[in-house]
């Protein structure tokens, strides 16, 4: 029978259409099944009708104004969540500006999908030149965790679920997901769609220590004179804040927190040698690093940071093996998740654990009270224009007041400084620059703070910081969001006083003098304030966060406060060329 004889022998029975799917909706229902509930991205070819079509489901659509801001937040979501955060992009120019945002995620090891559109690949495989061609899966692949793309929507169910498995398990990062423009409008049946579909069960599974590792690390910490624990925001992403707690004041070891694991146990807290944090470095014996890595922020574990060499013996708690005796000799590995890993130190302490020696905890605290006390009196200068120190001095007492608000915080002495000076009282409070110190997190980080907990953010950002992000203050007054910005404006990068040489044109680190960033805000809407003292900042931001609107406080700082790349400034490399005299 020819295909025509078929059809002309069934139309007199009208057979009731099946139900159809799509790409589209295959994508939204495989996020929506594992409990994802958000997506962040910037609309367009091919991915419009993606979050317009998610948003009619259901969804919170966040749109930004570009790509790298909706990257950063959907990865701070990620680390806030233990969920993977969504970014959705467009294809080419989007996925690589959504792409910085993807390896910063990996680097920190927050859990991320960047889901992009792209071109049809029958075109870029030949490079015919099509719109917005690019071959992004090979693109991505070297800089996240894992990189897929999904040619057939029954995959699609699949697919997602390789993400997710991806972002979270083991060490957390960041996944680049490739759906090509074809994919969206292909149709199958509803119900063989739905069945394509899967449930990731369990994806961040409990990896136990080996009771071996903990023994031997238990060993280590027993013989220790002067022990420390440095709590890294791996300790933060966790969530495993109780045990943590616990095995702080049962083992009675002092610790430093890293930036993102202040608040864990709060920075008042006496076991805190958050500012006595060289001494409690260079004079430790044993040092306990629980989700941390010997990077350059902790000095790799060695050099001038650091006692003599071999003088200091470390225990690490990671998920990941390999990050063992990355810079330094670990003398014992606790490879395992940080929940499972720190209630079987603390089972195995048991009753007869002998807290350290007090004379370490003595001279620790003496060196942590000193340190504050050289502080105070810089925080309390009622100087205008502000200095760092009394501008952070204001903020500090709003943040004690308001412990729950989350607190974001990037740029040069603005950044070094606050992370001194602003104690956090609560986990998961303090979002910042990370692994890299990378500028430009500020807006999307705050966003999707405020969205993801529904709680007030402060966002303490250098001005140059701010610049990187600055058109988002539209993103943040379109959703109404509850944001205080405070730009510290100094006129410039580290200091608003260089000048050029020749005379001819600004110098490259200062900006328009007296800018009023504050004026950005009430462009959109929003709240500015305009301050040159500590009092009218206490004063603007108290009345911003109470109002729970946007708002931008434009503080005015001496422009001659800063120093050369905030406390970093060793890391500028030196001309050996002598200038001719
Ligand atoms: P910091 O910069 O605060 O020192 P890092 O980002 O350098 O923190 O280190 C975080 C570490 O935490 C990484 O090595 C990562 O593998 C680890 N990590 C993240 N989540 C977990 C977890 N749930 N259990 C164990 N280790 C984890
Ligand atoms: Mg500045």
Redesign the pocket.
């Known amino acids: 029978m020819t295909a025509l004889a078929k059809i002309v022998h069934t139309t007199p029975e009208i057979e009731a259409e099946p139900d159809l799917t799509d790409g589209f909706h295959l994508v939204i229902d495989a996020l929506k099944l594992n409990g994802i509930e958000t997506i962040y991205g910037v609309p367009g070819i091919p991915i419009t009708d993606l979050g317009r079509m998610a948003q009619a489901e259901g969804m919170r659509v966040i749109s930004f104004r570009h790509e790298q801001h909706a990257g950063n937040a959907a990865a701070i979501a990620g680390f806030l969540t233990q969920k993977p955060g969504i970014c959705l992009t467009v294809s080419a120019p989007g996925f690589l500006n959504g792409l910085t945002a993807l390896a910063n995620a990996t680097?920190?090891?927050f859990p991320m999908i960047l889901i992009s559109g792209s071109s049809e690949r029958e075109i870029v495989d030949l490079q015919q030149g099509d719109y917005e061609e690019m071959d992004q899966l090979a693109i991505a692949k070297p800089l996240c965790k894992a990189a897929f793309r999904v040619l057939h929507a029954a995959d699609i169910g699949i697919g997602v679920a390789r993400a997710i498995r991806a972002a979270c398990s083991?060490?957390?990062g960041g996944v680049y997901l490739d759906l090509p423009a074809k994919l969206f409008a292909q149709v199958m049946d509803a119900e063989a769609g739905q069945k394509s579909l899967v449930k990731v069960i369990d994806p961040?599974p409990a990896?136990r220590p080996a009771p071996e590792a903990i023994a031997r690390a238990l060993d280590v910490l027993k013989s220790a004179k002067r022990p420390l624990i440095?709590?890294?925001?791996?300790?933060?992403?966790?969530q495993?804040d109780e045990a943590i707690r616990a095995l702080v004041e049962t083992s009675g070891i002092p610790y430093v927190p890293?930036?993102?694991?202040k608040g864990l146990l709060p920075d008042t807290h006496p076991l805190s040698a958050g500012a006595a944090r060289s001494t409690a470095l260079k004079d430790s014996d044993v040092v306990l690093?629980?989700?941390?890595?010997l990077?350059w922020?902790?000095s790799h574990g060695k050099g001038k940071s650091w006692g003599e060499p071999g003088s200091t013996k470390f225990i690490q708690?990671?998920?990941?093996p390999r990050?063992m005796d990355s810079n330094v000799e670990i003398v014992a590995p606790v490879v395992?998740?940080?929940?499972s890993?720190v209630q079987a130190l603390l089972d195995g302490m048991g009753k007869g654990w002998q807290q350290p020696p007090s004379d370490w905890t003595e001279t620790l605290k003496a060196k942590r009270e000193a340190n504050i006390a050289k502080m105070a009196p810089k925080l309390m200068s009622n100087a205008s224009p502000m200095t760092f120190h009394a501008a952070l001095g204001a903020l500090r007492t709003i943040v004690k007041e308001r412990p729950d608000a989350i607190l974001v915080n990037e740029g040069a002495n603005t950044l070094d400084l606050a992370r001194g000076i602003i104690d956090m009282y609560q986990p998961r409070k303090r979002l910042d620059v990370?692994?890299w110190g990378i500028m430009g997190i500020g807006m999307g980080f705050a966003v999707a703070a405020a969205v993801e907990t529904g709680k007030p953010v402060l966002c303490v950002e250098g001005d140059s910081a701010f610049g990187f992000s600055g058109m988002e203050v539209e993103t943040i007054c379109r959703y109404g969001l509850p944001i205080c910005i405070v730009v510290f404006n100094n006129n410039g990068i580290y200091r608003g006083t260089d000048t050029d040489p020749t005379g001819r044109d600004p110098a490259t680190t200062v900006f328009v003098p007296d800018s009023r960033y504050d004026r950005m805000m009430e462009a959109f809407g929003g709240v500015g304030y305009h301050v040159t003292t500590p009092d009218e900042l206490t004063r603007a931001v108290n009345e911003a966060m109470n109002s729970g609107r946007p708002a931008l406080v434009n503080a005015v700082i001496d422009p001659a406060a800063g120093s050369e790349s905030g406390n970093i400034g060793s890391l500028n490399p030196q001309s050996g060329i002598k200038k001719k005299k």
């Open positions: 680097t920190n090891c083991g060490r957390p961040a990896q440095v709590l890294g925001k791996g300790a933060a992403y966790a495993a890293m930036s993102m694991a690093l629980i989700g941390a890595r990077n922020l902790l708690i990671d998920i990941e990050e395992g998740d940080i929940a890993c990370g692994t």
